[in-house]
């Protein structure tokens, strides 16, 4: 697709101590075949050898003669996932942001898959998720990625309108992860688009927010974040309030309500000290069937952290396995 076809997109690597990783993650980048593009590169106050693999990697990429143009920035500080994705779009041009993270790896067709299927659809999306393959730490297939969308949202393979940050501009929170609040901006401006073209490896096990083995802490501080990010949804629903319906804003607020609910009583759950208060947070909770994952973690969670810690260790045992053979069959 040449640049009389489609608007420049700005492909986005985000990279925080991601010296193992960044570099594959940096070839995906350079490989995309979709013209006009910029590659944007966000490295947040990085303490490991990442800028120093960014800046060999790009000044080598520029010297081939199809390369598209860089954009590089690094943070004096660290800013935080979202404060480093809204730095990210400040510097970037493109009508159509692609996110990716420095741990994971685009295949080579993304973007033009992602502008093909959003021009095809009237250009009406203002977030579009693709599908992808989970691999572990080391690489190995760990079979499909769930079907990412709005409500099971993962930022690293979705594309943004770039009104979804001239509009809000920056946030309160800007160290909560960037994933909930600019797909809820998204869906206040527009539609969301859903592909399931598997167009990303998505690694598991290298982050907080996707431990094979730890569970109680990374679901912790992503309810965290969560809660925060409710708060950022709530001052972001104010910029567009003179331009939605009365109804519309009173869905969303009750849309936030409830995500808050269900967001303080699994921290509840997560977090009470005696068995009273986390079995306060699960009967705030909406029941769901007997003997469904959700169920078993729960209980794990009930229990005294120790024992609560042993079930939730044989469940992250037996994930890893059904994964793991997943990606050997190819499923």
């Given at each position: 697709m040449d640049s009389t076809e489609g608007p420049l997109v700005s492909f986005c690597v985000m990279c925080y101590n991601q010296e193992r990783y960044i570099g594959e993650a940096l070839?995906?980048?350079?490989?995309?075949?979709?013209?006009?593009?910029?590659?944007?590169?966000?490295?947040?106050?990085?303490?490991?050898?990442?800028?120093?693999?960014?800046?060999?990697?790009?000044?080598?990429?520029?010297?081939?003669?199809?390369?598209a143009e860089v954009v590089l920035n690094r943070n004096v500080s660290n800013c935080g996932d979202l404060g480093n994705w809204l730095k990210l779009?400040?510097?970037?041009?493109?009508?159509?942001?692609?996110?990716?993270?420095?741990?994971?790896?685009?295949?080579?067709?993304?973007?033009?898959?992602i502008v093909a299927a959003w021009m095809a659809d009237g250009c009406?999306?203002?977030?579009?998720?693709?599908?992808?393959?989970?691999?572990?730490p080391r690489g190995e297939r760990m079979g499909r990625m769930w079907q990412v969308n709005a409500k099971f949202a993962a930022g690293a393979v979705m594309t943004f309108d770039r009104a979804t940050f001239d509009v809000f501009g920056g946030a309160a929170y800007p160290r909560i992860l960037d994933d909930e609040p600019f797909v809820r901006r998204a869906l206040m401006l527009g539609p969301e688009l859903v592909l399931p073209d598997r167009l990303v490896r998505y690694r598991l096990g290298t982050g907080l927010s996707?431990?094979?083995?730890r569970v109680r802490a990374p679901l912790r501080r992503a309810r965290g974040d969560l809660l925060l990010a409710l708060e950022q949804s709530r001052v972001d629903l104010e910029v567009v309030r003179k331009d939605i319906s009365e109804a519309d804003y009173a869905a969303w607020l009750a849309r936030l309500d409830a995500d808050r609910e269900r967001a303080?009583?699994?921290?509840?759950?997560?977090?009470?000290?005696?068995?009273?208060?986390?079995?306060a947070g699960y009967r705030r909770l909406a029941r769901v069937p007997l003997l469904s994952v959700w169920q078993f973690?729960?209980?794990a969670f009930l229990l005294p952290k120790p024992l609560g810690d042993c079930l939730l260790f044989a469940y992250a045992i037996v994930r890893y396995a059904r994964r793991r053979a997943k990606g050997l069959l190819g499923i």
């Amino acid at each position: 697709m040449d640049s009389t076809e489609g608007p420049l997109v700005s492909f986005c690597v985000m990279c925080y101590n991601q010296e193992r990783y960044i570099g594959e993650a940096l070839e995906g980048a350079f490989a995309q075949t979709y013209r006009p593009l910029e590659i944007v590169i966000s490295d947040d106050a990085s303490t490991d050898r990442s800028w120093d693999i960014i800046s060999e990697a790009v000044e080598k990429y520029l010297m081939r003669p199809d390369a598209a143009e860089v954009v590089l920035n690094r943070n004096v500080s660290n800013c935080g996932d979202l404060g480093n994705w809204l730095k990210l779009c400040s510097v970037a041009k493109g009508k159509l942001l692609v996110k990716a993270d420095g741990d994971d790896v685009s295949l080579p067709e993304r973007t033009e898959r992602i502008v093909a299927a959003w021009m095809a659809d009237g250009c009406r999306a203002t977030v579009i998720s693709n599908g992808g393959f989970l691999m572990g730490p080391r690489g190995e297939r760990m079979g499909r990625m769930w079907q990412v969308n709005a409500k099971f949202a993962a930022g690293a393979v979705m594309t943004f309108d770039r009104a979804t940050f001239d509009v809000f501009g920056g946030a309160a929170y800007p160290r909560i992860l960037d994933d909930e609040p600019f797909v809820r901006r998204a869906l206040m401006l527009g539609p969301e688009l859903v592909l399931p073209d598997r167009l990303v490896r998505y690694r598991l096990g290298t982050g907080l927010s996707s431990s094979l083995w730890r569970v109680r802490a990374p679901l912790r501080r992503a309810r965290g974040d969560l809660l925060l990010a409710l708060e950022q949804s709530r001052v972001d629903l104010e910029v567009v309030r003179k331009d939605i319906s009365e109804a519309d804003y009173a869905a969303w607020l009750a849309r936030l309500d409830a995500d808050r609910e269900r967001a303080e009583a699994e921290v509840q759950m997560l977090d009470g000290d005696t068995f009273a208060v986390r079995l306060a947070g699960y009967r705030r909770l909406a029941r769901v069937p007997l003997l469904s994952v959700w169920q078993f973690l729960r209980c794990a969670f009930l229990l005294p952290k120790p024992l609560g810690d042993c079930l939730l260790f044989a469940y992250a045992i037996v994930r890893y396995a059904r994964r793991r053979a997943k990606g050997l069959l190819g499923i």
